[in-house]
């Protein structure tokens, strides 16, 4: 793990072939601690996965510019429109001139051809693209945790899926990839802070994300992971309906 800025403790650490784990802890004004993740695919056409929010933009532009230089990024995607998805989307735009927003095609129609100053790439579901060596699926998952708009990328070379908000633990001191469980945090937090929107479709979107049999899942919020993802996505659409 590589620590790029020391006051705010912003890291890099490579949490499957190629894809960079790029984390700043937080310390919030309540004492509370939490965590926010991008992930950076290093290839042909390099896809920075979250922006995080508009007020990290520089911590995360010097954690990225530690790995390749920024003006290489071909692709700013994001899971659905957030501040922490997504909220300095206009910026790196402008520091990676070649670069367009990766979104799906809700996200596109109803905000960013709006409030990006680019015109995104709008996946539908089930699309794939190359970033090179790697190559990149959408799947459309509305509402699952939370917005309209929402969906994923996987990974299918490294079988990494970008997971998210799925499995958010708090905490700002957690290891950058773990083995160890996470489904049980992540569900602590669920019960403190409620941010899923059980729909009836909840375990039909989870069981066909478990299909593509995920062997690294990369969080949005707390550590990594790595392990049979299929067994514990399927066990957290147990846990939601229980
Ligand atoms: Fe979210
Ligand atoms: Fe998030």
Known sequence: MTVTNSQSGTNVHEVSDGIYRINTPVVFEN????????YLIVDDEPLLFHTGPRKMFPLVCEAVSSVLPVERIKYIGFSH???DECGSLN??????????????????????ED???????????????????HRVRWIDAPHMPHAWDCGFLTEEV???????????????????????????PSEAFRHRLDYFSYTKNTRTLLERLA???????ACMHGSAWSGDGATLLRALADSLSS
């Open 31 to 38: 004492g509370n601690t939490f965590s926010f993740n991008q």
């Open 81 to 83: 429109v957030e501040a």
């Open 91 to 112: 910026e790196w735009l402008a520091v990676a001139p070649q670069s367009i927003p990766l979104c799906g095609t809700i996200a596109a129609m109803v905000t960013i």
């Open 115 to 133: 409030i990006a100053d680019r015109s995104p790439r709008a996946l539908t579901d089930g699309e794939v693209i190359s970033l090179g060596t």
């Open 158 to 184: 490294t079988r990494t899926f970008l997971c998210g908000d799925l499995f958010t633990q708090g905490g700002a001191d957690l290891p950058a990839i773990t083995t160890s469980d996470i489904l049980g």
């Open 211 to 217: 299909s593509t049999e995920p062997t690294t899942l």
